[in-house]
């Protein structure tokens, strides 16, 4: 992926994405998790921390080797068997209907076809079970939706493929999930362009 993106991209977003109120959001995003969760994009192990303690076991997916090398010390404070199972989200190997719930924080915006790696989800999530995201993306503001499609080419470049014009809200019903709950607004640390949040719940019916 280039020196870039594999040594210094990693590193940016641990600083970036923590703090006070990233951490409420990550908070927020993990209540109800339980059972066996998938996680993808787990990073460096940010939302570690947050975990309820109805979870039993997280399965991690992530493509970046420094990332999951940097989140060691955070894997080691719990208790909750962490593992990880590969670094291609649009490809998984597990079976169908392995997780009672899925996890995403700042991800979606990077993976290659997050359509295909939602359908995934939808796949190996049990009956009921549900997919818990936080994100960043399309704002509903027209002008600073403009402002994102201008930026995007230079934000893709210079953050690891990272888009600012998806919707989370729209990709999980593109793959078959139902959204059952939904909230916008933005995100805490930069303009507007970099911080049109999402944080909702998708279930698989």
């Known amino acids: 992926m280039g020196w870039w993106t594999d040594r210094v991209v990693p590193r940016l977003v641990d600083a970036t994405l923590r703090g006070r109120e990233i951490d409420e959001l990550r908070s927020l995003a993990c209540e109800g998790l339980h059972g066996r969760v998938l996680e993808l994009g787990f990073g460096s192990g940010l939302n570690v921390r947050w975990y309820p ?4 076991q997280v399965d991690v997916v992530d493509p970046s080797e420094l990332a999951w090398e940097r989140s060691a010390d955070r894997r080691m404070e719990t208790s909750i068997s962490i593992g990880r199972i590969g670094r291609d989200a649009e490809h998984l190997s597990v079976a169908d209907a392995t997780y009672d719930a899925a996890l ?4 979606l915006c990077t993976i290659p076809d997050p359509e295909a790696a939602l359908r995934e989800v939808r796949r190996v999530l049990k009956p009921g079970g549900t997919l818990h995201f ?7 503001e027209p002008g600073v939706a403009v402002w994102q499609h201008r930026l995007e080419p230079v934000q893709r470049r210079v953050a690891g493929g990272c888009h600012l014009t998806r919707d989370p809200v729209l990709l999980a019903e593109a793959a078959g999930l139902t959204v059952r709950t939904i ?4 995100l805490p640390g930069g303009p ?3 911080t049109a949040g999402y944080i909702g719940e998708a279930v698989r019916a």
């Open 192 to 194: 507007k362009p970099f």
């Open 104 to 107: 995403t924080t700042f991800t």
């Open 183 to 186: 909230e916008r607004g933005p």
């Open 53 to 56: 303690d109805t979870v039993l």
């Open 134 to 140: 936080l994100e960043h993306g399309l704002s509903e």
